[in-house]
């Protein structure tokens, strides 16, 4: 059975595959499928709406199995800012220093520092059945940046129990307390075991 991701990051895959490892369940990426949309507008005010908009809209497209996620950061004192406009914060087109420079003059003087990053994954079936799973990572966001590893935001959050940012921690300690590890771990608990019998019934 072809499970398809609704992405093009193969590191992003690499993750599920070792997660979705099921018999009889092969994983797709969105440019190993022809004739998919190149981009969803993710016009939704949810992580969980946008995820199910990109899993709806490429199942329907390619008649497969599909899942696809949104993720992003929210921080106490702005009232859950970025939040689904995490991507594109500082306007369009925008790159990721440049979301970071506007998120700290927001917060400039702030006490409070609070945040969490937030993950939702959706799952949908071609006949229209679909399911969710979120995980979220609390912490704070520091007054200036630190590491080099990670994208986003990463440089400037550190998860909470930890002294450095996830620009500052390997792949493997990121991915064990991240936003989205944990609802990857949680998207493979809950449906797994119910793919592994789709996957038995078309073999």
Known sequence: MKLLIATRNKHKLEELRQLFDFPGLALLAADEVP?????????ADTFEGNALKKARELCHASGLWTMADDSG??????GGAPGVFSARYAGEPCSYADNNAKLLRELEGA???RARFRCAIALCAPEGREWTVAGE???????????MAGFGYDPLFVPEGFDRTFAELDAAAKNSVSHRGEAMRRAAAAWGGMLAAEALMQA
Do not use: K, N
């Not at 990572?137 to 590491?147: A, T």
């Open 35 to 43: 004739g998919l949309p190149e981009d969803v507008v993710e016009d």
């Open 73 to 78: 950061l929210e921080v106490i004192a702005l």
């Open 111 to 113: 006490s409070d520092r």
């Open 137 to 147: 990572c609390p912490g704070m966001i520091l007054e200036r940046s630190r590491g």
